[in-house]
């Protein structure tokens, strides 16, 4: 019997694309340069087995139980880099950062059990980072948000039909009330289909629904411990084309989500797995 295959996505920075006001033609200066959406895909039947391995790496290491908000212990990828800052002797950050790690031992050991979990589930992984710097001078109004899932649905569904052949896919991702207006607006629509001439494959989009599941977290418990896997790999991404993938918040797992990187025929996840958009006129180093 098929499977389906989950695509759990989350997002690092702003896709806010307002300009300045004092220069109409720069990108305002209050948001963010970049803007990163990524999705961990899995098949169906390892929802469960990999929701309960994050849901001990946290009760074993973050202090995670039944009585606590969930939210306190949440795996992110920017309160992992806040608390190693504190680490080496940053203020604390009693809202972001987690208490529980009190070491650097501590905070590697959680560290490699994420490690872990991409070396075992070995999840197909899609990141986007679109330049929005760029994208506001190159093609002044367009919206990084709506490039973004454009492209994250075009590689996914090309992947879907070359190495998946029957089975279909799912976006699955926290509501977010400003995406699925991007979706009723037919944003991505439009520039889904732009892609598509433009493209040297032609991408079969009926292997996918037309929209992501937003799920309510409160009762998705399940899943909303998979997204946590999104989020490390948006922000890790942000952190690498912002900064440099050697970079302190990139360094630590970037190799294993780039090991986890969907590839191109000759085996690179540059331009494939990972995607830049405007493409750079040199691609970053990201091995």
Known sequence: MAT????YIDESGHHRMAPDPHDATRLAADTTDWFVLSAVGIRDVERRALAEELDRIKREHLGARPDRPWNETELKGRRLAI???RLEGARADAEAD???IR??????AVEAEIV?????????VFTVAVDKRRLFAERP??????????????RIALELERDHPGEGGILVADQQTEHEKAFRDHELTRIRDELARNGRLRADYRLLLDRPLWIDSSLSTWDREIIQLADLVAFTTHEGVDRGFASD???????SIR????????GSPDGEGLVIFPKPAEWPATA
């Open 4 to 7: 389906m295959l989950l695509f």
């Open 83 to 85: 608390t190693r800052r």
């Open 98 to 100: 987690y208490a529980a």
């Open 103 to 108: 070491d650097a031992e501590a905070i590697d």
């Open 116 to 124: 872990g979990v991409f070396a075992r589930f070995q999840p197909t």
């Open 141 to 154: 109004g367009e919206p990084a948000l709506g490039w973004a899932y454009a492209f994250l649905y075009r």
């Open 249 to 255: 918040g990139a360094r630590g797992l970037w190799p």
């Open 259 to 266: 090991a986890c990187l969907d590839r191109d025929e000759h």
